[in-house]
């Protein structure tokens, strides 16, 4: 068996490889549920539609759908340009230090200003984080993958470190955690009876925004030819240094204002784990949705709804919840097997020599 | 020296870890495969060498049981990577985010359960060597290993044919795809070494170095590896060096205490992150220097038919 380069990227394939993933990922979690000694089926179908038979699960699901989503937009900018920002977790969390401090000083005294004011400082402080391996990157070569990674752990540190010490409520019985948030610091809700709030808003806005950079702006032509080839970009005079800090900058101020998201929303607080770990989430949500914002949509949706499944598998069903994380990377591990398929072809010449089967 | 000795013999344990994956994850980039996922591959070498280590209480088959998983992981590594020529930077985050929770599943009835060991007969005897011995007794078998293992790497790729073949796959895959080298074959070998070293250092983090299970374990030692070939140019003897200096950035905490320094335990923490940026950024801005040493067809896929 070998790989041939197909003359041109299959259209039908980058359509149906996440399909393909997708049901090989249904088997996967069913194998689970079977060796837990479960129904496989009726547990996959409880699995996937119990979070959502009422308004309440539609909420949830929106209200975890909307970070995964925002987030995944800004890094879908900087993948397509070949800058890999892994550093969303950590630029959520500055943007949950920025606008948590915003809260916790004028959110009881003010009134209408504080919820603008928090969102700016969210988006300020995940762009600072992101600048660092931005500005290391252009101007000393370093690696921005390893920055913004390390830049992760020192951002959660920082944040513990404020609670159990500056930030930590007096009245909390010594649990670390921040004094609860003041009713002005807080997104109104959308739809009644649900938790959805207004924070809902940026992903929609970040969807369109992003389609039409993408698709209708030449700046994300620019960054998409930068990423297809650097000595092309170089030689039309489009600037690396600029596809750097576009990519990190945006990414990082929408991981901030998510964090905004977080604290301001269902937490209504802060501890030092006001991240589930959607930055890590979220660079499954770009990849699984081809980096195209309508794709991303999608993709967010599906990775919220297996966070509300594995949240309700913890309860009903006894699986531990890492049955979320489990299930997603699985489904990105499938989906980057079976892109395979859209750049090469499989000829079968004679017999199959070389075990490539996994 | 009744102050130095303790903090040698801290940073020493502190580093080995890194000394472990740091050096397979340097073969492996020498074949020009650039392997990410170092991160997955430590958290699951260590959950799966705590839980053989709990139901079996042997250290050897919890090692070897370490080395195996992690070795499965760099095969889908490989699989993907060099026969399906995916993305290697998208393949190793994968092999991370997948490795991570795949860990804190199979470790969920385990986290907060502790390993009690007993002094290694070996650890008994090494105690009794004149001078060395009242460093060396206090060090497990596991470390000295990872200095035979530095001895062999270095040999290896200093000094052998074999090696020269590795290198010649990771700086001109064509060339020696010419000369008849299965160049696919000897990066699988490559990505597996790393694979299974990985999951050495991930045992010893959890039995040897904490002797317990939690979620975040390896805190982003994996990472540290991969920035560590980085830094240490891809030579052996930089990297094994580097090692203790993050060894040394980890403990950093004994180095406060014994100066009188009493600063935060999260800046302490943090320590480890902030020296591997400020190192990487040191060996990155001499852009001549990086040319010269990357092995030139690291990260790209290679195919026979160009």
């Known amino acids: 068996m070998r790989f041939e380069l197909r003359s041109k990227p299959s259209r039908i394939m980058v359509w149906c490889s996440p399909l393909i993933s997708l049901s090989l990922t249904a088997i996967v979690a069913m194998i689970i549920f079977a060796s837990a000694g479960l129904d496989p089926l009726a547990s996959l179908v409880t699995f996937l539609t119990a979070p959502l038979v009422d308004l309440y699960g539609l909420g949830e699901l929106l209200i975890k759908a909307a970070p995964l989503v925002l987030i995944a937009i800004g890094l879908a900018i900087g993948f397509r340009a070949g800058i890999w920002n892994?550093?969303?977790?950590?630029?959520?969390?500055?943007?949950?230090?920025?606008?948590?401090?915003?809260?916790?000083?004028?959110?009881?005294?003010?009134?209408?200003?504080?919820?603008?004011?928090?969102?700016?400082?969210?988006?300020?402080?995940?762009?600072?984080?992101?600048?660092?391996?931005?500005?290391?990157?252009?101007?000393?070569?370093?690696?921005?993958?390893?920055?913004?990674?390390?830049?992760?752990?020192?951002?959660?540190?920082?944040?513990?470190?404020?609670?159990?010490?500056?930030?930590?409520?007096?009245?909390?019985?010594?649990?670390?955690?921040?004094?609860?948030?003041?009713?002005?610091?807080?997104?109104?809700?959308?739809?009644?009876?649900?938790?959805?709030?207004?924070?809902?808003?940026?992903?929609?806005?970040?969807?369109?925004?992003?389609?039409?950079?993408?698709?209708?702006?030449?700046?994300?032509?620019?960054?998409?030819?930068?990423?297809?080839?650097?000595?092309?970009?170089?030689?039309?005079?489009?600037?690396?240094?600029?596809?750097?800090?576009?990519?990190?900058?945006?990414?990082?101020?929408?991981?901030?204002?998510?964090?905004?998201?977080?604290?301001?929303?269902?937490?209504?607080?802060?501890?030092?784990?006001?991240?589930?770990?959607?930055?890590?989430?979220?660079?499954?949500?770009?990849?699984?949705?081809?980096?195209?914002?309508?794709?991303?949509?999608?993709?967010?949706?599906?990775?919220?709804?297996?966070?509300?499944?594995?949240?309700?598998?913890?309860?009903?069903?006894?699986?531990?919840?890492?049955?979320?994380?489990?299930?997603?990377?699985?489904?990105?591990?499938?989906?980057?097997?079976?892109?395979?398929?859209?750049?090469?072809?499989?000829?079968?010449?004679?017999?199959?020599?070389?075990?490539?089967?996994? | 020296m009744n102050q130095f000795l303790p903090i040698l013999i801290a940073t020493l344990v502190a580093g080995t870890p890194l000394v472990y994956s740091a050096l397979g994850e340097l073969v492996a980039e020498r074949s020009g495969v650039l392997n990410m996922g170092v991160e997955g591959m430590m958290v699951i070498g260590a959950v799966v060498a705590f839980i053989v280590m709990m139901t079996t209480g042997s250290l050897f088959l919890a090692i070897i049981a370490a080395m195996l998983a992690a070795m499965l992981l760099a095969l889908m590594f490989a699989v993907l990577a060099v026969s399906f020529r995916a993305n290697q930077v998208a393949v190793g985050l994968a092999l991370t985010i997948f490795g991570t929770s795949l860990g804190s599943y199979l470790g969920k009835s385990y986290v907060g359960m502790a390993i009690v060991m007993e002094p290694s007969v070996l650890t008994a005897y090494a105690a009794r060597i004149p001078l060395l011995g009242s460093v060396l007794g206090q060090l497990h078998p596991l470390v000295w290993l990872s200095w035979v293992l530095f001895a062999g790497v270095w040999f290896f790729l200093q000094r052998s044919r074999a090696g020269l073949i590795l290198k010649a796959v990771g700086e001109a895959p064509l060339s020696a795809h010419a000369l008849g080298y299965r160049v696919s074959a000897i990066r699988y070998l490559a990505t597996l070494f790393g694979g299974a070293m990985a999951g050495v250092a991930g045992a010893y983090i959890s039995i040897v170095y904490t002797s317990l299970w939690t979620e975040g374990l390896i805190a982003g030692r994996g990472w540290i590896a991969v920035a560590l070939v980085v830094f240490a140019t891809w030579r052996p003897v930089r990297c094994f060096l580097g090692a203790y200096l993050f060894g040394g950035a980890t403990i950093a905490q004994l180095f406060a205490q014994s100066a009188g320094i009493g600063l935060p335990s999260e800046l302490m923490s943090a320590l480890p992150y902030l020296v591997t940026i400020i190192v990487l950024v040191l060996i990155s801005r001499n852009a001549a220097l990086m040319r010269l040493n990357i092995p030139a067809s690291l990260g790209k896929p290679f195919t026979a038919e160009g």
């Open chain 1, 86 to 358: 892994v550093g969303a977790e950590g630029q959520l969390t500055v943007g949950v230090i920025f606008s948590g401090y915003v809260a916790l000083h004028y959110g009881p005294s003010g009134s209408g200003w504080v919820l603008p004011a928090m969102v700016i400082a969210g988006a300020v402080g995940g762009m600072v984080w992101a600048a660092i391996p931005a500005w290391l990157r252009v101007r000393f070569n370093a690696n921005e993958i390893l920055v913004s990674l390390m830049l992760n752990y020192v951002a959660a540190l920082w944040l513990s470190w404020l609670i159990f010490g500056a930030w930590r409520d007096p009245a909390g019985f010594n649990f670390p955690q921040s004094e609860p948030l003041a009713p002005a610091a807080l997104f109104p809700t959308l739809i009644e009876g649900t938790r959805a709030n207004a924070s809902i808003i940026f992903a929609v806005v970040a969807v369109v925004l992003g389609w039409i950079f993408a698709s209708r702006s030449f700046a994300g032509f620019q960054l998409k030819v930068t990423g297809l080839s650097e000595g092309a970009a170089r030689y039309a005079g489009f600037s690396i240094s600029r596809a750097v800090w576009i990519g990190m900058l945006v990414s990082g101020a929408v991981a901030g204002i998510s964090g905004v998201g977080e604290i301001a929303g269902p937490l209504a607080q802060i501890f030092p784990t006001a991240s589930p770990g959607y930055g890590y989430s979220a660079i499954i949500v770009a990849f699984l949705g081809r980096l195209n914002p309508i794709g991303i949509l999608l993709s967010g949706l599906l990775m919220a709804l297996l966070y509300l499944a594995g949240d309700l598998a913890q309860m009903s069903l006894g699986m531990p919840s890492s049955i979320t994380g489990l299930l997603q990377s699985t489904l990105l591990f499938f989906l980057l097997t079976t892109d395979v398929l859209v750049q090469y072809r499989i000829r079968l010449r004679g017999p199959i020599k070389e075990g490539a089967s996994a």
